[in-house]
């Protein structure tokens, strides 16, 4: 899961080198000058010679073990085949969760986390992962400016010029082009460690510069301030970005203050929306799941939310038996009820998946003769009935015609059972067609839904 970076943790690097030449040469010049001065002997220093070679060996591990966890530290730990997704006009991002970092060479970003956090020098504040979203952040090290009587560095510990130091990289999939007001968590103890820059697709507009944090300090604090040269505390509300067509972007953050920590961030639509605490879940989907539907694959509504994120779990309809249950198989995707013969299916099978709490949503077809009713049983176990809505077309798959049951707990080897009853407008009758069932984790049953309607049978 942890890929190669693409440029090297050079400042580490050279630190920890240096850092071991310091040492062994700290040994040499006092064992010399001790014999020299007749305070050590020759016997003595056989003796210790085993207890410096220990000392220099764990020195050397240490150094290693530092060099190779810091490194981590500062990579991606992201899935390349994975992308976050905006849905009704918002998105969550964990700050930790980067794509891919650049123009590392001065600062750098590194993930703390409850066991983890690198040991760059300068950093005098202490971890605080408790209460970050993921229970995970990134801070820019090394932090040379904690107050304001330290020395201001233009280019080093500071920068006015967004792009220009320690670049994160974030790829989000938009479905709502339009304007998203961009709202920052942040963790500030000092009045020099509480901006940062915003940026698209390497362009970084007036109304990405300088997200300010005045109030809030030594808690995570929500933010979409710009400082400006009147108001250093910021005006709210005067940072956005303008996404100009629906589909892949990359949005972008740089340092503009050393020390600065980043625990996630949301774009909104919505100008009055204010985020609390750790706020929104992230909506994460797999790109290959993307690029089907960019070479324009004709995936059913189903087949797409139910691989929509990696953690969904489904059952398609045609995975039920349909052997004496009054269902037969309509197309390539349904089960459905020939109403001159059966008003009402019902067809049953094994849950196999693991124990768990899930969001389950349930895929039904809306028809234009009316509104079948389709009820959920685990286990013999009522979990909900509902009806579809009329469609204007013939028959149609989407969002509108699913049902949602949140957070149901389900067992290992469970009955899982659908029941169909066929409906009618007073001429035609509908014929009971659904799609399948999704297991998605607690929480994301709504987020999973929004993707484009289907309406065709195959
Ligand atoms: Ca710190
Ligand atoms: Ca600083
Ligand atoms: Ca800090
Ligand atoms: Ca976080």
Redesign the pocket.
């Given at each position: 899961m942890i890929k190669k970076p693409d440029n090297k943790n050079l400042y580490v690097k050279n630190r920890i080198v240096q850092g071991s030449k310091l040492n062994l040469t700290f040994y040499f010049t006092s064992i010399s000058s001790l014999l020299k001065s007749g305070v050590l002997k020759l016997e003595y220093l056989i003796l210790m010679k085993h207890l410096l070679l220990k000392t220099f060996i764990i020195a050397l591990f240490a150094h290693t073990f530092l060099h190779s966890q810091q490194h981590k530290l500062s990579l991606s730990i992201f899935e390349s085949d994975a992308v976050f997704a905006e849905s009704n006009g918002l998105v969550a991002v964990e700050a930790e969760f980067f794509n891919k970092q650049t123009l590392t060479e001065i600062r750098q970003w590194y993930r703390v986390s409850k066991n983890e956090s690198a040991s760059v020098k300068n950093d005098e504040?202490e971890s605080h992962f408790t209460n970050a979203s993921n229970s995970e952040y990134l801070?820019i090290l090394p932090?040379t400016r904690v107050t304001h009587q330290d020395k201001l560095i233009k280019g080093e510990n500071f920068s006015d010029i967004p792009g220009e130091i320690a670049v994160l990289n974030y790829i989000i999939k938009f479905n709502t082009p339009g304007r998203y007001y961009v709202w920052v968590r942040a963790y500030s103890?000092g009045s020099e460690?509480n901006g940062i820059h915003v940026g698209l697709n390497n362009t970084w507009p007036e109304t990405g510069k300088r997200i300010q944090w005045c109030n809030g300090k030594n808690n995570w604090t929500w933010s979409n301030k710009q400082r400006t040269k009147e108001e250093h505390c910021g005006v709210p509300n005067q940072i956005y970005l303008d996404i100009d067509k629906a589909g892949l972007h990359e949005i972008q953050f740089s340092m503009r203050e050393d020390?600065f920590?980043f625990d996630k961030f949301i774009l909104t639509q919505d100008t009055n929306y204010v985020p609390a605490g750790k706020d929104q879940d992230v909506l994460i989907i797999k790109k290959s799941q993307l690029e089907s539907k960019i070479q324009g694959s004709n995936a059913s509504y189903f087949k797409t939310i139910a691989t929509i994120l990696p953690e969904n779990l489904s059952i398609a309809s045609l995975e039920f038996p349909i052997k004496d249950t009054n269902f037969y198989i309509n197309g390539k995707n349904w089960l459905a009820i020939n109403p001159e013969e059966h008003e009402i299916a019902e067809t049953t099978t094994t849950f196999e998946f693991k124990n768990g709490k899930y969001d389950i949503v349930f895929v039904g077809v809306g028809e234009n003769d009316g509104s079948s009713i389709f009820t959920l049983l685990i286990n013999g176990k009522e979990i909900g009935t509902y009806a579809p809505p009329l469609t204007e077309n013939l028959f149609e798959e989407g969002k509108a015609f699913n049902a949602l049951w949140e957070n149901i707990k389900i067992k290992k080897g469970a009955k899982i059972t659908v029941k169909a009853k066929v409906a009618t407008d007073g001429n035609e009758w509908t014929r009971g067609r659904w799609a399948g069932i999704i297991f998605t984790p607690v929480g994301k049953g709504t987020l999973i839904q929004d993707a484009p309607s289907s309406f065709s049978q195959n």
């Open positions: 504040d801070e932090d103890t460690d020390g920590e």
